[in-house]
């Protein structure tokens, strides 16, 4: 048995234990139902089962089943092998799985949510397959991935597996689960029948079986082959096996591929899996027996995914890579990455996130090209060659990483707020960063204060004293008669934009053409449209940016890159745009809603936004999604309005938009006189301490969650502000400080200051100081009107501790 086994079982358990349900116990139970939606314009949720409750489930009576759908099929991808980024990576080869927990199996959103704390992977071009991981004895143990990381990941050309998990009995595992996983009704396996129809419905591929039970037999091993090869006699659904169970029945690690478990791989000549994980105690003499009864079996080596356990200690784990990947020779198997989110999770802020997702897969660096294969943990750059989903026209980015503080459509600032929802990913630089120059190098980043769509865009800045081309994506275009190169740019003044974006073709895809972008007209966005009809008849294999001249602090945003054909589409309307359900927030005040509408024909629609018409004419967005339906978490009624209109539009793939649909929201109830306006409200902040201490927490309603469930920063500036949606009339603000949480009293807020404004261009005013609080919960009466409010912490605690921690900060009002 592995050693490490329980950090691949305690993973399952810690995330499960997130949720309200009771972790599971080392005593069997009978296994309680999943939760059931009852509200009418509840939250949906990601769908997880037991063996029983999946032979139940029907997408056409459940009601959160078609809110987890992906609309987005698998891409196909490319991989030159001359423009891979680092000369030692080799495409075609060793290939990357990627176990991701990205959050607990119950009570996780279908299609995002209001905070913009999240794990936004942008690192695809390295991934093959993409494991949702998740499942435990006390919740379900059979987990969908939701649709949100589906869109992403195929959008990516990466396969999405959702898993099967069985946990051992000392983990609350009961071997009846898996007898009635394996359960037959004549030549049928109904389970097996359930897996495909849930894998069909909802747009993935495959499963990941983890059994690790124990007390079972040869027969029962027997019937999860049967399972497994019956499913794959009728469908194109995928199966990983973990190395775990053996064919006696028993649960004994091999850590490489043996004849006592090579039949949940090949069984003879049946392919039983498309793939098996390793367990994590491999080694140099084990993979190569396993690569050689791989080829014995007619397999590919490239078929076992040797794991490498980061969850507890991301990319300073030690990992033996000469073995994996030998210089100068074939790489030896595959690698399997268990819980790569450890960069998020250990992350102190946004920043610090991206700083440590780009050491794990690109190196200390932050330049797939500089590999240092030398270190503990080069990064998976040095060893994996990138691929492309790019392979088709129309190409569109916007450098939208899927999360943000606000979201803009087409350059104008339609919400405020933090969001997440990687549906709205677009595909990330397939080079991050290689900038090639003679002189001093132009820094790119992800700028989250500036958008032309979506929360994000590419900044270039720097000291410009030499020609820098900044190599973005692997492609592989063709280029006809009509087609034209897009850039949407912004520049701190009018003028020169120094830039021009560059092509390479496949006949030379080491040798960029350019064209020149020229001057912006002022400091807007600004769209270019570049011709590229005299390179008709080439294929597009790289595109890039260059930027040449002299300035000394080089500023330039880019919005939007796209290739294209013809026009921008404009989309045919979506219709039938309905509210099928809806359910009170705060009655009168606000409610969630579950929307749906009928798809715009055409079948060229990227994804529908939906947004709320206000008084003075303008709109504010509300969400969107690749599907016809949305969940809105919270709409707010503005004063005694009776109806509230909706409208739902298409954009296309090439950014076009269509007419809306509308709908109407009715109002009922007489709002209250005075209510928590900043309850669930878009928050942002200063910073945050942990990963899962975000702004959002301080408005979520709750002081019971934990020592978590609570907004901690370390920041020298300490600020949390809340956007209430638009101008109201406040009369008090509520703090709760760290004693309200169940925390010590040292460590209540000391001094802070509460401010407000109306608008994003308008003053901060003060309606409150305090010095020397001791108190847990604080109450401020006040009498003013604003949208914004904002706490600002000076000392944080009562000691010299310097982390300010705010359980709730509420305004109430109407």
Same mark, same amino acid.
């Given at each position: 048995m592995s050693r490490r086994l329980p950090l691949l079982l305690s993973a399952a358990l810690a995330t499960a234990a997130l949720t309200a349900t009771p972790s599971a116990s080392a005593e069997p139970r009978p296994a309680p139902a999943p939760a059931v939606t009852t509200g009418a314009g509840s939250q949906p949720y990601a769908s997880y089962w037991y063996p029983s409750t999946l032979l139940g489930w029907d997408p056409a009576t459940d009601p959160d089943a078609r809110f987890n759908r992906s609309r987005v099929p698998l891409q196909p991808r490319t991989s030159d092998p001359a423009l891979a980024a680092n000369r030692n990576a080799r495409a075609g080869e060793g290939r990357v799985a990627s176990l991701v927990s990205f959050a607990p199996t119950s009570n996780n959103p279908s299609q995002g949510s209001a905070d913009p704390n999240y794990y936004a992977f942008g690192y695809w071009q390295y991934v093959d397959k993409l494991v949702f991981w998740g499942g435990s004895a006390g919740e379900g143990l059979i987990l969908a991935p939701n649709p949100t990381v589906i869109d992403a990941a195929h959008r990516n050309g990466v396969k999405v597996y959702g898993t099967v998990f069985f946990p051992p009995a000392a983990y609350g595992g009961q071997i009846q689960w898996v007898r009635d996983f394996?359960?037959?009704?004549?030549?049928?396996?109904?389970?097996?029948?359930?897996?495909?129809?849930?894998?069909?419905?909802?747009?993935?591929?495959?499963?990941?079986?983890?059994?690790?039970?124990?007390?079972?037999?040869?027969? &029962? /091993?027997?019937? =999860?082959?049967?399972?497994?090869?019956?499913?794959?006699?009728?469908?194109? %659904? $995928?199966?990983?096996? *973990?190395?775990?169970?053996?064919?006696?029945?028993?649960?004994?690690?091999?850590?490489?591929?043996?004849?006592?478990?090579?039949?949940?791989?090949?069984?003879?000549?049946?392919?039983?899996?498309?793939?098996?994980?390793?367990?994590?105690?491999?080694?140099?003499?084990?993979?190569?027996?396993?690569?050689? &009864? /791989?080829?014995? =079996?007619?397999?590919?080596?490239?078929?076992?995914?040797?794991?490498?356990? %980061? $969850?507890?200690?991301? *990319?300073?784990?030690?990992?033996?890579?000469?073995?994996?990947?030998?210089?100068?020779?074939?790489?030896?198997?595959?690698?399997?990455?268990?819980?790569?989110?450890?960069?998020?999770?250990?992350?102190?802020?946004?920043?610090?996130?991206?700083?440590?997702?780009?050491?794990?897969?690109?190196?200390?660096?932050?330049?797939?090209?500089?590999?240092?294969?030398?270190?503990?943990?080069?990064?998976?750059?040095g060893y994996i060659a990138e691929s492309s989903p790019i392979t088709a026209k129309p190409f569109v980015t916007n450098f939208n990483t899927g999360q943000g503080d606000f979201y803009d459509a087409a350059g104008v600032r339609v919400a405020t707020g933090g969001w997440n929802n990687l549906s709205l990913q677009d595909v990330p630089p397939t080079y991050r960063w290689v900038v090639d120059s003679s002189g001093s190098k132009l820094t790119p980043t992800v700028d989250f204060t500036d958008a032309y769509q979506g929360g994000s865009s590419l900044r270039l800045t720097g000291t410009l004293d030499a020609t820098n081309t900044v190599r973005l994506y692997q492609t592989s275009l063709p280029v006809a008669a009509n087609t034209k190169l897009d850039l949407v740019v912004r520049t701190p003044a009018a003028g020169p934009t120094r830039l021009k974006a560059a092509v390479s073709f496949t006949d030379s895809p080491g040798r960029f053409t350019t064209v020149d972008v020229g001057s912006n007209s002022g400091t807007g966005w600004e769209r270019h449209t570049l011709d590229l009809s005299p390179y008709a008849g080439r294929t597009i294999s790289q595109l890039a940016l260059q930027v040449a001249g002299s300035d000394p602090a080089y500023d330039l945003k880019v919005g939007q890159v796209a290739v294209y054909d013809g026009a921008v589409q404009t989309p045919a309307a979506p219709s039938g745009f309905t509210v099928l359900g809806a359910s009170d927030v705060t009655p009168g005040t606000s409610q969630s809603l579950r929307l749906s509408w009928t798809a715009a024909p055409g079948g060229n629609v990227h994804h529908y936004e939906v947004y709320r018409r206000n008084a003075d004419g303008s709109r504010t967005f509300l969400g969107a999604t690749p599907n016809d339906a949305y969940f809105v978490g919270r709409l707010d009624r503005a004063g005694t309005e009776p109806t509230t209109t909706l409208d739902v539009e298409a954009v296309s793939t090439t950014y076009g938009r269509s007419d809306a649909a509308s709908t109407t929201v009715s109002w009922t109830a007489t709002p209250p006189t005075s209510t928590n306006l900043a309850l669930n409200r878009p928050a942002t902040a200063s910073g945050q301490c942990n990963a899962n201490e975000g702004p959002a927490k301080a408005v979520n309603g709750s002081v019971n969650g934990g020592t978590g469930d609570k907004w901690c920063t370390l920041t020298s500036a300490k600020w949390l502000q809340v956007d209430l949606g638009s101008v109201k009339k406040l009369n008090r603000f509520v703090v709760k400080h760290a004693q309200a949480g169940g925390e010590s009293a040292s460590y209540n807020t000391r001094d802070f200051s509460i401010q407000v404004r109306s608008a994003t261009t308008d003053p901060w005013t003060t309606v409150t100081t305090v010095t020397g609080n001791t108190a847990g919960t604080t109450t401020h009466q006040v009498d003013t009107t604003a949208r914004y409010v904002r706490l600002v912490v000076t000392k944080p605690t009562q000691t010299t501790d310097p982390a300010a921690r705010v359980y709730e900060f509420e305004a109430w009002g109407a």
């Amino acid at each position: 048995m592995s050693r490490r086994l329980p950090l691949l079982l305690s993973a399952a358990l810690a995330t499960a234990a997130l949720t309200a349900t009771p972790s599971a116990s080392a005593e069997p139970r009978p296994a309680p139902a999943p939760a059931v939606t009852t509200g009418a314009g509840s939250q949906p949720y990601a769908s997880y089962w037991y063996p029983s409750t999946l032979l139940g489930w029907d997408p056409a009576t459940d009601p959160d089943a078609r809110f987890n759908r992906s609309r987005v099929p698998l891409q196909p991808r490319t991989s030159d092998p001359a423009l891979a980024a680092n000369r030692n990576a080799r495409a075609g080869e060793g290939r990357v799985a990627s176990l991701v927990s990205f959050a607990p199996t119950s009570n996780n959103p279908s299609q995002g949510s209001a905070d913009p704390n999240y794990y936004a992977f942008g690192y695809w071009q390295y991934v093959d397959k993409l494991v949702f991981w998740g499942g435990s004895a006390g919740e379900g143990l059979i987990l969908a991935p939701n649709p949100t990381v589906i869109d992403a990941a195929h959008r990516n050309g990466v396969k999405v597996y959702g898993t099967v998990f069985f946990p051992p009995a000392a983990y609350g595992g009961q071997i009846q689960w898996v007898r009635d996983f394996v359960q037959k009704s004549g030549t049928r396996y109904p389970v097996a029948d359930k897996l495909v129809q849930a894998a069909q419905y909802y747009g993935f591929d495959g499963w990941f079986i983890n059994q690790e039970t124990g007390g079972g037999d040869s027969g &029962l /091993a027997t019937e =999860l082959r049967n399972l497994m090869q019956y499913t794959k006699a009728q469908s194109g %659904t $995928e199966f990983m096996w *973990y190395d775990a169970m053996t064919t006696s029945g028993a649960v004994d690690w091999q850590n490489a591929l043996t004849t006592a478990n090579s039949p949940f791989l090949q069984d003879g000549s049946k392919r039983t899996a498309d793939s098996m994980f390793l367990n994590f105690g491999w080694t140099a003499d084990g993979l190569d027996s396993s690569r050689a &009864l /791989a080829r014995q =079996l007619g397999r590919n080596e490239y078929e076992l995914y040797s794991g490498i356990d %980061t $969850e507890a200690n991301g *990319y300073n784990t030690s990992v033996d890579w000469s073995t994996l990947f030998p210089a100068g020779q074939p790489h030896t198997t595959s690698v399997g990455l268990y819980r790569p989110e450890w960069t998020w999770k250990s992350a102190t802020d946004r920043a610090d996130f991206y700083a440590k997702d780009a050491r794990y897969w690109v190196g200390g660096s932050n330049d797939p090209s500089n590999v240092d294969l030398s270190s503990n943990w080069p990064g998976l750059a040095g060893y994996i060659a990138e691929s492309s989903p790019i392979t088709a026209k129309p190409f569109v980015t916007n450098f939208n990483t899927g999360q943000g503080d606000f979201y803009d459509a087409a350059g104008v600032r339609v919400a405020t707020g933090g969001w997440n929802n990687l549906s709205l990913q677009d595909v990330p630089p397939t080079y991050r960063w290689v900038v090639d120059s003679s002189g001093s190098k132009l820094t790119p980043t992800v700028d989250f204060t500036d958008a032309y769509q979506g929360g994000s865009s590419l900044r270039l800045t720097g000291t410009l004293d030499a020609t820098n081309t900044v190599r973005l994506y692997q492609t592989s275009l063709p280029v006809a008669a009509n087609t034209k190169l897009d850039l949407v740019v912004r520049t701190p003044a009018a003028g020169p934009t120094r830039l021009k974006a560059a092509v390479s073709f496949t006949d030379s895809p080491g040798r960029f053409t350019t064209v020149d972008v020229g001057s912006n007209s002022g400091t807007g966005w600004e769209r270019h449209t570049l011709d590229l009809s005299p390179y008709a008849g080439r294929t597009i294999s790289q595109l890039a940016l260059q930027v040449a001249g002299s300035d000394p602090a080089y500023d330039l945003k880019v919005g939007q890159v796209a290739v294209y054909d013809g026009a921008v589409q404009t989309p045919a309307a979506p219709s039938g745009f309905t509210v099928l359900g809806a359910s009170d927030v705060t009655p009168g005040t606000s409610q969630s809603l579950r929307l749906s509408w009928t798809a715009a024909p055409g079948g060229n629609v990227h994804h529908y936004e939906v947004y709320r018409r206000n008084a003075d004419g303008s709109r504010t967005f509300l969400g969107a999604t690749p599907n016809d339906a949305y969940f809105v978490g919270r709409l707010d009624r503005a004063g005694t309005e009776p109806t509230t209109t909706l409208d739902v539009e298409a954009v296309s793939t090439t950014y076009g938009r269509s007419d809306a649909a509308s709908t109407t929201v009715s109002w009922t109830a007489t709002p209250p006189t005075s209510t928590n306006l900043a309850l669930n409200r878009p928050a942002t902040a200063s910073g945050q301490c942990n990963a899962n201490e975000g702004p959002a927490k301080a408005v979520n309603g709750s002081v019971n969650g934990g020592t978590g469930d609570k907004w901690c920063t370390l920041t020298s500036a300490k600020w949390l502000q809340v956007d209430l949606g638009s101008v109201k009339k406040l009369n008090r603000f509520v703090v709760k400080h760290a004693q309200a949480g169940g925390e010590s009293a040292s460590y209540n807020t000391r001094d802070f200051s509460i401010q407000v404004r109306s608008a994003t261009t308008d003053p901060w005013t003060t309606v409150t100081t305090v010095t020397g609080n001791t108190a847990g919960t604080t109450t401020h009466q006040v009498d003013t009107t604003a949208r914004y409010v904002r706490l600002v912490v000076t000392k944080p605690t009562q000691t010299t501790d310097p982390a300010a921690r705010v359980y709730e900060f509420e305004a109430w009002g109407a």
